[in-house]
């Protein structure tokens, strides 16, 4: 099935939510029942608990991964300023999987540099991971170091978007020299 943009690359996605009390979680899939499914069994309790008793939704879909990916970027944000809500997401949203972070040629500075900051605590902590051998899932080096470079590639994505933002020796930090 070729997604509405006409790419042949794009799959249409489905935008969801789950919610319980006050508790809400914003997905984005392929399978959004699929997933649900998978929610019951999250290792994180609010979410598993979410799944497991709440309401499960499809709000929008199927759409063009793309503008989802946008939509769903945007859901997260107005949820986690709203102070009657608990969003259950831990990410920022809009994240299309492991290779697609198309939400970042969307970000405004200050969302960047939010982004930023948070990468670069999570690189500093797989750094940690690696001089230990492992990390607290049992990951190997070299899984360590691919969350690393994944990490690295989108703190570049946002450098070359806002130069400005660049730190003094940043050649030197991106690349270990």
């Known amino acids: 099935m070729v997604c509405e ?18 508790s809400i979680y914003v997905g984005l899939g392929v399978n959004p029942q699929g997933r649900f499914a998978s929610h019951k069994r999250s290792k994180d309790k609010a979410i598993a608990n979410a799944a497991k008793r709440g309401k499960f939704a499809i709000t929008q879909g199927p759409i063009c991964e793309y503008q989802a990916a946008k939509i769903e970027y945007e859901t997260v944000e107005r949820y986690r300023n ?7 997401n ?3 949203g809009g994240s299309l999987g492991n290779d697609k972070s198309v939400f970042l040629q969307e970000l405004d500075k200050k969302s960047s540099i939010r982004f930023l900051n948070k990468n670069k605590l999570q690189i500093a902590g797989f750094e940690q991971d690696l001089k230990n ?11 360590i170091m691919e ?3 994944y990490r690295r590639a989108h703190i570049e994505d946002v450098y070359v978007r806002y130069p ?3 730190p003094k020796g940043f050649l030197r930090w991106m690349f270990g020299l």
Do not use: F, V, W
């Not at 943009?5 to 006050?22: D, M, S």
């Not at 051998?133 to 899984?143: E, F, H, L, Q, V």
């Open 5 to 22: 943009c006409g790419n042949e690359n794009c799959k249409p996605r489905y935008i969801y939510e789950i919610t319980y009390g006050k």
């Open 133 to 143: 051998g492992k990390d607290k899932y049992g990951r190997s080096p070299t899984a």
């Open 147 to 149: 969350s690393i470079a």
């Open 90 to 92: 831990r990410d920022q």
């Open 82 to 88: 709203d102070p009657t809500r608990k969003l259950l």
């Open 164 to 166: 400005d933002l660049r």
